[in-house]
């Protein structure tokens, strides 16, 4: 599984998401990830004001 996005990415699409910068679908385009990382992201964001990573949740690590 890969590691997950550095906290200074998803702090810069949550920055040009609030100014408006683009769609969803262009910061997605602009800073090279999925739209549904976008999605979850600003979701996640509106929801606690934080843009980390959540903790590994459990289950087997390889």
Known sequence: ???P???D???RVVDAHQAK???????????QVSLSFV???IRSYKKTGKV???AHAGGALA
């Open 5 to 7: 996005y550095s906290t």
């Open 21 to 31: 910068l683009g769609s969803q679908r262009q910061l997605a385009d602009r800073f």
């Open 39 to 41: 999605q979850r992201l």
């Open 1 to 3: 599984m890969p590691a």
């Open 9 to 11: 990415l998803r702090q």
């Open 52 to 54: 980390n990573a959540l």
